[in-house]
Nanobody, 126 residues
Framework: QVQLVESGGGLVQAGGSRRLTCSGFPRSFSGYVVGWFRQAPGKEREFVAYIEWNGGSKSYQDSVTGRFTISGDNAKNTGYLQMDTLKPEDTAVYYC???????????????????WGQGTQVTVSS
């Protein structure tokens, strides 16, 4: 049973930084993608960023490009989302997700992921 666990959420002032951590990745996949999504109150869950774990390819939502950085530590089997220059509109519950790589999968879409964490709240005050 795969259980992803996010941590690092909290309250931060606008312009500040926060680093989210995701652990509990499955070891049985030959290759996988780690993604971060977020959901603000009253809104649908949206893509934030993903990283191809073996190849290192990354993708970001336009609104976070240049402010957020996704990365991973192979030795620790842990993923990170470094969030800088945070804005009030970044306030949301942030989820990490893992999906097995497949040519037909679009990893900006939530349905491409097999496992999800429980989420961690990030609140950015103005």
């Amino acid at each position: 049973q795969v259980q992803l666990v996010e941590s690092g959420g909290g309250l931060v002032q606008a312009g500040g930084s926060r680093r989210l951590t995701c652990s509990g990745f499955p070891r049985s996949f030959s290759g996988y993608v780690v993604g971060w999504f977020r959901q603000a109150p009253g809104k649908e869950r949206e893509f934030v960023a993903y990283i191809e774990w073996n190849g290192g390819s990354k993708s970001y939502q336009d609104s976070v490009t240049g402010r957020f950085t996704i990365s991973g530590d192979n030795a620790k089997n842990t993923g990170y989302l470094q969030m800088d220059t945070l804005k009030p509109e970044d306030t949301a519950v942030y989820y990490c997700a893992v999906g097995a790589t497949a040519y037909y999968r679009d990893f900006v879409r939530a349905e491409s992921y097999d496992y999800w964490g429980q989420g961690t709240q990030v609140t950015v005050s103005s």
